[in-house]
T-cell receptor
């Protein structure tokens, strides 16, 4: 089966750093993806990891450990506009055609 | 660059009425296409995906169906809507000419069944 777990909600202060964790259990693995979804809008792609380690993209970084079935999204210098849901998703088979399986998302609230 | 369109943006339909939601992709060919539904406060549920014209894989048995009449067109339909069909419907694409690995979503259709 497939299981992707993330915290339901998190709160952080403007200017701070926040780490959103994701653990997964899937029959196979071919990539982990992070998306941002503002309320009422569609998800937008943030990052993709297929090898272990850290991928950095501006204020956002994503880390993967395949042996632990674990990833995190790190958001630095938080801004109010970062208040959104963050979705962790996994492609669990070798083909690029395979749809992503999504976690339920972590709702992040950034407060002043 | 690639763009994905969905319409309508919002829809209010009575129980028992039919449904047709359309999704089109521009700027690439032979994309993989997906339909997801997001119920209020819940995660994204994969409904259908397609790797080519006329090829549809169904993930969840229900009163919805999908069709892909053209390479870059994906349609979600129902003959009779249920209250439980309410939700945010999202079309997505991946693959295509650039073998794009991640999925990109359209703006979504918010459906309310009354």
């Amino acid at each position: 089966g497939q299981n992707i777990d993330q915290p339901t909600e998190m709160t952080a202060t403007e200017g701070a750093i926040v780490q959103i964790n994701c653990t997964y259990q899937t029959s196979g693995f071919n990539g982990l993806f992070w998306y941002q979804q503002h309320a009422g809008e569609a998800p937008t792609f943030l990052s993709y990891n297929v090898l272990d380690g850290l991928e950095e993209k501006g204020r956002f970084s994503s880390f993967l450990s395949r042996s632990k079935g674990y990833s995190y999204l790190l958001l630095k210098e938080l801004q109010m506009k970062d208040s959104a849901s963050y979705l962790c998703a996994v492609r669990d088979q070798g083909s690029g055609n395979t749809p992503l399986v999504f976690g339920k998302g972590t709702r992040l609230s950034v407060i002043a | 660059s690639q763009t994905i369109h969905q319409w309508p943006a919002t829809l209010v339909q009575p129980v028992g009425s039919p449904l047709s939601l359309e999704c089109t992709v521009e700027g690439t060919s032979n994309p993989n296409l997906y339909w997801y539904r997001q119920a209020a406060g819940r995660g994204l549920q994969l409904l259908f995906y397609s790797v080519g014209i006329g090829q549809i894989s169904s993930e969840v048995p229900q009163n919805l169906s999908a069709s892909r009449p053209q390479d870059r067109q994906f349609i979600l339909s129902s003959k009779k809507l249920l209250l439980s069909d309410s939700g945010f419907y999202l079309c997505a694409w991946s693959g295509g000419q650039g073998l794009t690995y991640e999925q990109y979503f359209g703006p979504g259709t918010r459906l309310t069944v009354t």
